[in-house]
């Protein structure tokens, strides 16, 4: 892992090593925490991000999770994620919300309903588990899947470092991204 410093001095760069980072099996990226906020109460969970659309972050969910009723009241949602072996927090804040009509949507499908398991069961995420068998099909997942994207404002970068922290923001301004150089 080069130091962020090295990295960070544009955007294209950054989301350069985004893009690499996610395409890495088992890069911390790929598994970040995302917070959304019900009722003034901040619910995190760990997704798995999918994949990188421009600017934006996919990941993909159960249409009936907490999440997504959270999301109807509140888009705003954090995506955070700490890399041990490089020591790099990355913060990212935005709205998170469904996607419905996108050029990729067919594709992020197939991808997703190649674990159809995740989405095809008639019982809703978080139902307590019941003591007879239920159904898991293809065709329930197919109406209870759903990708989302989180559109960024704010990215937030953080190398830890015994010598000095070096911490970077990058925040959305008129349609530009501004970065800055910020006190640890």
Known sequence: MTR???WSHSIEQVYDWLNQAIRTPKHCIRFPSVTTVH?????TRTLVLRDLDGANFIFFTDNRSQKVR?????????????DPQSRLQIKVLGI??????HPKLTEWTEMGLERYTDYGAELSPGHPFPSEPFS?????AQSHFL???LVPNHLEFLQLNRKAHLRIQWTLCDHTWKRMRVVP
């Open 136 to 140: 898991n099909t293809l065709e329930l």
């Open 147 to 149: 990708p989302l994207v």
């Open 39 to 43: 009722n003034g109460v901040p619910h």
């Open 4 to 6: 962020l410093d090295e």
């Open 96 to 101: 998170l919300k469904p996607i419905d009509n």
């Open 70 to 82: 959270h999301l109807d009241i509140n888009p705003h949602a954090c995506m955070h994620c700490y």
